[in-house]
């Protein structure tokens, strides 16, 4: 038997852009879904870096958007780059105020310094432990609402529309025991907040459960995408084997810890004056050409005199599983993907390009970013962004549902055949991102990794849902890199090795420029 939710709004999400739109959607009538429980395998839950605002006398929202603008690339949107740093120190005291506890001493903020940051200004809560804190924390204050009825268990598989407009969504549960499973969230307002897509690579920070299926649920109801050539890669990811790869905060370089290769040079410095201290792009590629070239990577921590596993709890509990001591070994790393500045294009306050259709947090691109993130930005975006959202919706009278909608019209066609094969096709997809569309990528490796992908579409037709989202989104992200004929940012192209002023611009398109490029290019093949 089918079920059916109705409401003012419907979330899909529950990391911090879910979470902090439902809580500030008050009083109107929300249901917000999320595929585990509340919180689980969230992008946000694993964030460890911390909160950025402009805190100090010495610092100020001014100097935060010049950071930022100068981390861009050039390509951010000055407008959303100005409403995040203005309304920090606000979204901080609101967190204060529902019970967040930042790391202080002596009552003043203790304040990391990351790169590229001109000033100690990440907010962090029990040392590297930030995003499990603050999912915590929303979680409880949002159960206190009365206006949020939250659903688990639920994958969302499309978007319902009907006269080009939003009218829900249809999902399934994933309990094997219930029967005809699927559920209808009726709305005339659709708010998309399920995270990044780190796990169509390899090697990802990222849960295995973001994978960009916003992305894909928005570009197949025409909605306009933006940047998503721009994939960050963190450059110390812990390379012991584990996936995810356990993420080692940037806020470990920010104290002192240098990057060497089996040698001890600081091979970094080679590339870049600011050395470990260089924006992410630079050292992700550093760290990547030195492995070509036969060295290993490590993060050295060997002379610090802090106590590391206070301050960084998170990272000491997955070295001490590895059997490493960061005071006595050198600690393996490697590039990881991590954040998705590109995303379902949306405007100042969160509208994407098809009516009743809104996203925020990592799914989306404000421009805020630009073409590479500014550390400790996301959490930021995340929060600003969603209490505009919520602040639009509720400026505007209710909208009425539509009425007349048979859901047996939308029951999702595709299921997964076999869990074991689509592992198989899935670690291929992701090796094949790594290789072909990772932190350097050219012509032939992009046209390469369509040719992977369209053999693993012909042979796993019909075999998974999820397998099938992973490769839309491959496909968009590597039709974006194709266009960009530049290195800008987390993009680097090694056949066009400079950036090339006539591109400065934004990268928009829908789903119907990648059909019509497979069409032409791999005709035979398709």
Known sequence: MESIYKSDVVIVGSGISGLMTAISLYPRKVTLVTKRKLGEMSSSAWAQGGIAAAVTKEDSPKKHFEDTLKASSGLSNEQAVKVITDDALDIVKFLEKIGVRFDKDNDEFTLSKEAAHSYRRVLKINGDQSGKY???????????????????????????????????????????????????????????????????????????????????????????????EFVQFHPTALDVGIDPAPLLTEAIRGEGAFIVDENNHRFVFDDNDLGELAPRDIVSRSIHNHKLKGHST????????????????????????????????????????????????????????VEGLWACGECSSTG??????????????????????????????????????????????EKTISKI???????????????????????????QAFIEFLRIEREADKLSAKLKDMLLVSKLITYAALQRKESRGTHFRTDYPSQNSQLLKRNIFEQNDLVDYLDKKFKKAV
Request: net charge positive; with cysteine.
């Open 298 to 353: 490590f993060l050295d921590c060997r002379h610090f005199k802090i106590d590391f596993k206070s301050m960084f709890p998170t990272a000491s509990y997955y070295l001490k599983q590895a059997s490493i001591d960061p005071m006595k070994d050198l600690i393996p790393i490697i590039p990881a993907a991590h954040y998705h500045m590109g995303g379902i294009k949306v405007d100042i306050d969160g509208k994407t390009s």
């Open 421 to 447: 094969r689509a592992k198989k096709y899935i670690w291929q997809l992701r090796s094949a991102m790594n290789k072909f569309v990772g932190v350097e990528r050219n012509e032939s490796t992009l046209n």
């Open 368 to 413: 805020a970013h630009g073409a590479n993130r500014l550390a400790s930005n996301s959490l930021l975006e995340a929060f600003v962004f969603s209490r505009r959202i919520a602040n639009k919706i509720n400026s505007e009278p209710p909208k009425q549902s539509y009425k007349l909608i048979n859901i047996e019209n939308y029951i999702p066609k």
């Open 134 to 228: 603050l999912v915590s924390n929303l979680i409880d204050y949002a159960k206190q609402q009365g206006h949020i009825t939250f659903v688990e268990d639920v994958s969302v598989d499309h978007i319902i529309q009907k006269d080009s407009k939003c009218h829900g969504i249809m999902g399934h549960i994933h309990k094997n025991e219930v029967a005809d499973n699927f559920v209808f969230f009726q709305s005339p307002n659709i708010i998309l907040a399920t995270g990044g897509l780190g796990s169509i690579y390899a090697h990802t920070t990222n849960p295995r459960d973001v994978y960009g299926e916003a992305i894909a649920m928005a570009a197949q109801a025409g909605a306009k995408l933006v940047d998503l």
